[in-house]
Nanobody
Framework: QVQLVESGGGLVQAGGSLRLSCACSGRPVSSYDMGWFRQAPGKERDLVAHISWTADTYYPDSVKGRFTISRDNAKNTVYLQVNTLKPEDTAIYYC????????????WGQGTQVTVSS
């Protein structure tokens, strides 16, 4: 059974940085796509970073240049480095993966809160 546990969220001032971690158990993080999503109050959950099992990365324009996804295969952990944070980045950040290599994201962590003060 695959389990994801996020950590690293917190309260930070605008312009600051955080590194979010997603510890994976049950299979190697390098074997399937991994993603970071976020959900602000009253809004949909949106993808903010994706790393494929082939190590290709993707970012939406809203975070490109500020967010970086990476993985440490030895620690079986995926990271999201978030820089130059803005108040609109405030959300719960979720780590996710897929139960089928070419399926949709359907395995989720519990989330970690990121709050950016102005």
């Amino acid at each position: 059974q695959v389990q994801l546990v996020e950590s690293g969220g917190g309260l930070v001032q605008a312009g600051g940085s955080l590194r979010l971690s997603c510890a994976c158990s049950g299979r190697p993080v390098s074997s399937y796509d991994m993603g970071w999503f976020r959900q602000a109050p009253g809004k949909e959950r949106d993808l903010v970073a994706h790393i494929s099992w082939t190590a290709d990365t993707y970012y939406p324009d809203s975070v490109k240049g500020r967010f970086t996804i990476s993985r440490d295969n030895a620690k079986n952990t995926v990271y999201l480095q978030v820089n130059t944070l803005k108040p609109e980045d405030t959300a719960i950040y979720y780590c996710a993966t897929k139960s089928a290599r070419f399926g949709n994201y359907d395995i989720w962590g519990q989330g970690t809160q990121v709050t950016v003060s102005s």
